[in-house]
């Protein structure tokens, strides 16, 4: 980051999960951020992904959550949040940024083997849209695949539709709710009317779904073992890779010999 500021370079995003063990910290990030000249991005911990195993010990507190939701209303007009708090909007005021979940509608992933999930955070097949290898590739899953065009329709509440709060919390992050073992209907996990607690200690013994494995082109295990490197001196003669890069390895190209039966890789 000082590199980055020191060359010029504005705007670069800071992203930080935020988790019960750096919940107090967001003024420093905050101040961190501006002596950089980035912008700080804060991020639900959703369980889902890597979060799927530490979400029961490190997801905020419900009195961290009232101190992230005050922040946000004081901080929120320079941070980016995109819409992972707006399940805080319960407590009253709704907060900058989008207020709703954007699964389907403003946002979703293509994994590296084309397939089109509602949301970067349900990685699962329930959430599966579709396959921009398929006819018509991504268009066609955005416009017409079935999971999204649900997901963009008007959303009935469940058992949250009965909530006063509901209009501004909307049931709340869709893949909190999976990976917790919750109906999709049903209140989010940390739904700040303590809703979800109550849902949670309901689910009793039953284990909530995992997210997918792998999503990679990968048939077989990855060969271990060291990559053999071949390492080119630069002669002393030889100019700089570019007038303002005199770093001895800007222009280094070093060759690595694969393993038998491992594809060759040149950097």
């Not at 509602?118 to 017409?144: K, M, Q, Y």
């Not at 999204?148 to 869709?174: K, N, V, Y």
């Not at 200690?201 to 271990?224: Q, V, Y």
């Amino acid at each position: 980051m000082r590199n980055l500021a020191d060359a010029g370079f504005r705007g670069f995003k800071l992203s930080v999960v935020v988790t019960r063990e750096n919940a107090g910290q967001l003024d420093d990030f905050k101040a961190m951020a501006d002596r950089h000249g980035a912008q700080l991005r804060l991020t639900r911990l959703r369980p889902s992904g890597r979060g799927a195993d530490v979400w029961d010990d490190l997801h905020p507190t419900a009195e961290q959550q009232r101190q992230l939701y005050d922040w946000l209303v004081a901080h929120g007009e320079s941070v980016l949040t995109g819409d992972s708090f707006f399940h805080l909007s319960a407590y009253g005021e709704s907060l900058p940024g989008l207020n709703m979940c954007g699964a389907g509608r403003v946002v979703c992933l293509i994994d590296p083997v084309g397939d089109v999930y509602a949301c970067p955070f349900a990685i699962h097949e329930s959430f599966l849209a579709g396959n921009v290898r398929d006819g018509g590739g991504f268009t066609a899953v955005w416009r017409e695949s079935e999971l999204f065009t649900e997901l963009r329709s008007p959303q009935t509440g469940g058992a949250c539709a009965s909530c006063q709060h509901f209009d501004t919390c909307r049931g709340g992050c869709m893949a909190a709710k999976f990976f917790t073992g919750l109906p999709l209907d049903g209140p989010d996990p940390e739904c700040v009317q303590g809703y979800g607690a109550d849902a949670l200690l309901a689910r009793g013994d039953s284990r909530p779904p995992k997210p997918s494995g792998d999503h990679s082109h990968r048939t077989e295990p990855a060969t271990r073992g060291p990559v053999p490197i071949t390492l080119q001196r630069r002669r002393p003669d030889q100019p700089p890779a570019s007038a303002c890069n005199e770093h001895p390895l800007a222009d280094f190209q070093p060759t690595a010999t694969a393993p038998a039966g491992a594809s060759a890789i040149t950097h």
